[in-house]
């Protein structure tokens, strides 16, 4: 009888151990670095080019970027890196990143019958890519600059996983990133071709 009476604790007890088995740890998901190096690169008449990372992350909310799957100022050093090319003999270009962040923002959710059948998007992102490209030649000589930015932004249901909500994230700032990419592109072509290497 002692064994009856404590059949239903032990069956609680076992299937909290089961469970707890069953339980695996999620499994951390590692992104790989943007590169440009498939395009073509883009030649500049200048001995060197340095890049300048003026854009200071505050580190703090709203802002996320610290904390995206993709860092923005890294996807936009990798375009510097693998896109301009330095084919003078003299003279200098900066690459300056103006602004590479990413603001969070909890959005409201629904009250009423209606909220609990609907899926509801927890949170929205923005982001912002900004570069200036300036160019002068020994001397001073000559001088020119061209800019450009990107701005995207998406929102993420709240029945998102944690790696789900990352995957998604990590599409955002590289569309976002591939945007900078034709429209500095663009503007290169347009604003600074007496400083591009004669064809």
């Not at 009476?5 to 999620?26: D, T």
């Not at 080019?49 to 580190?59: A, D, N, T, W």
């Amino acid at each position: 009888m002692k064994l009856n009476r404590f059949s239903p604790i032990l069956a609680v007890i076992c299937f909290g151990y089961l469970l707890a088995a069953c339980e695996s740890p999620l499994k951390k998901v590692t992104y790989p670095d943007l590169r440009f190096s498939h395009l073509p690169t883009i030649q500049l008449d200048v001995a060197r080019i340095e890049i300048v990372e003026q854009y200071r992350s505050p580190l703090q909310a709203p802002n996320v970027e610290h904390a995206m799957p993709l860092a923005p100022a890294q996807a936009m050093r990798n375009w510097a890196t693998d896109r301009l090319r330095a084919t003078g003999t003299s003279g200098q270009a900066k690459f300056i990143i103006v602004d590479a962040s990413v603001k969070a923002e909890r959005l409201r959710k629904k009250e009423g019958l209606k909220a609990m059948f609907t899926l509801e998007q927890a949170a929205r992102y923005d982001a912002r890519l900004e570069a200036k490209l300036e160019i002068e030649t020994a001397g001073g000589l000559g001088k020119g600059f061209a800019t450009a930015t990107a701005t995207r932004h998406r929102t993420i249901p709240e029945a998102a996983s944690i790696n789900e909500r990352d995957d998604a994230l990590y599409r955002f700032i590289e569309a976002t990133a591939k945007d900078f990419d034709r429209v500095m592109s663009a503007n290169i072509d347009r604003h600074l071709a007496p400083f591009r290497p004669a064809p």
